[in-house]
């Protein structure tokens, strides 16, 4: 559905020439849905930019919904629905309105735009609102029509730029619920960005992670964070005992750091949940007790951390600051 080779683009500021997007690689299935994650600033809007033709690459190619980016711009442009960030309504529309006009301006006929409208509008949860003027809608109703725009004309893939900024936690999971819909009833391929870690982790089948204009890592979220980082163990034992746990602990973990400190010894292991058992085998046998058991299952921002040095929020920080 989607493939990409290369892509790059670079913006002249200042008498600088920023690298927003540095060779990017892409290769989404028919039917994924796919997070985009990283940092503010690692070059997300700008890649969904080029792949939905509103951006020009500087370099490289891409086979959009079956169209070739550089030739063909217009039949991406038919076949995809892009919901930017901020969204494209009209303020002083109203909601089913706003809708029709979209389908209008994908050249449906009137009747053809209405019944779209209609039907969006109820696979959003809108259907109560049809006739309030956009003005008024909540944040999440908001964001849930800048969606049903997006899907008027019916695209086989939709491209969501940030679905979920500034809403609350309930309006965002409503949003996840809806995107989660789309693909399960529709069969849509859903391409999104974010830079929340707990929405790539509970929404996506694949994530790729962005950073600095190059995708550092692929894969599911749990993929990434088995292959990544590992589950964390940490074992509270006597001082007295602290080295002979480490040494235990550094035969269960191979070839991983162990780090005993005060009264606790921790170390990585691929599945934390399998190393147990025998951890406490090994120090029941040499009479260690412990005082407290702890594994800590990665997230997405470990597996950042661990790729870059770095957590999404220090990468933020220090963007804003640059
Ligand atoms: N039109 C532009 N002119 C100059 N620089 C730009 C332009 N658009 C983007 N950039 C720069 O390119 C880099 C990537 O920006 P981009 O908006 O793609 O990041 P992002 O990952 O989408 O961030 P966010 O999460 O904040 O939307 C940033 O350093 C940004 O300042």
């Known amino acids: ?5 290369g892509l790059a683009r670079g913006f002249r500021a200042r008498g600088k020439t920023v690298e927003a997007v540095r060779g990017v690689d892409l290769d989404v299935a028919a039917g994924e849905l796919v997070g985009f994650l990283g940092p503010n600033g690692a070059g997300k809007t700008t890649t969904l ?22 030739t063909d711009p217009v039949g991406v442009r038919r076949r995809i629905g892009y919901v930017a960030q901020g969204g494209g309504t009209i303020p002083d529309s109203r909601v ?29 949860d809108l259907a109560d609102l049809v006739e309030r003027p956009v003005k008024s809608l909540s944040g999440g109703q908001r964001r849930r029509l800048d969606i049903a725009l997006g899907l008027v004309h019916q695209p086989v893939l939709v491209f969501l730029d940030e679905p979920t900024a ?49 995708i550092i890592a692929t894969g599911s979220p749990a993929e990434l964070k088995a292959n990544v980082s590992g589950d964390l163990v940490a074992v509270g034992v006597p001082e007295l005992a602290l080295v002979r746990t480490a040494e235990i602990a550094a035969r269960i973990a191979g070839q991983d750091a162990v ?18 058992p025998e951890l406490l085998r090994a120090l029941d046998a040499a009479s260690i007790g412990t005082n407290s058991l702890r594994v800590h299952q990665p997230t997405l921002d470990d597996v950042f951390l661990t790729l870059t040095g770095r957590t999404i929020r220090d990468a933020e920080e220090a963007h804003v600051a640059a």
């Open 96 to 124: 089913l309105e706003d809708l029709v006009m979209q389908g209008r301006l994908h050249g449906l006929g009137k009747r053809e735009a209405i019944s779209r409208a209609r039907s969006v509008a109820d696979r959003l």
């Open 259 to 276: 780090l005993a400190e005060g009264n606790t010894v921790e170390f990585r292991v691929p599945r934390g949940d399998l190393a147990l």
């Open 49 to 70: 930019r080029m792949l939905t033709t509103l951006l020009r690459p500087t370099a490289g190619r891409a086979v959009v919904a079956g169209k070739d980016l550089a």
């Open 1 to 5: 559905m989607i493939e990409a080779h």
């Open 166 to 214: 500034a809403l609350d936690p309930r309006s965002r999971a409503n949003v996840w619920e809806h995107i989660r819909a789309l693909r399960a009833d529709l069969g849509t391929t859903v391409f999104l960005t974010t830079h929340y870690l707990d929405e790539a982790d509970a929404l996506c089948d694949r994530v790729l992670v962005i950073d600095n204009g190059t």
